[in-house]
Nanobody, 123 residues
Framework: VQLQASGGGLVQAGGSLRLSCAAS????????MAWFRQAPGKEREFVVS????????DETDSVKGRFTISRDNAKNTVYLQMNSLKPEDTAVYYC?????????????????WGQGTKVTVSS
């Protein structure tokens, strides 16, 4: 199984980025997908998750109204559209896959992880 995250970069505050995570080696449509992030010196934290068919989304309060998760099961890819970025969004962003019925905010519930893509938001 491979999860390949991409799309990170350097952006000014208020800008936008779109992250992608391409999955292979698994039945993508049977996995809950999520994005986590880890800022320098901090623990990895949950950002947002999406159910198998995209009908259920859970997101942490700090990104509500700014970040949007979506998935294309035909392309085995999950996306994270990030708008109105803030310096506190600076982190390495990881995509993760969970073979569970329901999404979870707990990292231990996720079976597979991508390598991370770095997002830096300058003030």
């Amino acid at each position: 199984v491979q999860l390949q995250a991409s799309g990170g970069g350097l952006v000014q505050a208020g800008g936008s980025l779109r992250l992608s995570c391409a999955a292979s080696g698994l039945t993508f449509s049977s996995y809950v997908m999520a994005w986590f992030r880890q800022a320098p010196g901090k623990e990895r934290e949950f950002v947002v998750s999406i159910s198998w068919r995209g009908g259920s989304i859970d997101e942490t309060d700090s990104v509500k109204g700014r970040f949007t998760i979506s998935r294309d099961n035909a392309k085995n890819t999950v996306y994270l559209q990030m708008n109105s970025l803030k310096p506190e969004d600076t982190a390495v962003y990881y995509c993760a896959a969970s073979r569970t019925l329901y999404s979870s905010r707990h990292s231990y519930m996720y079976d597979f992880w991508g390598q991370g893509t770095k997002v830096t938001v300058s003030s």
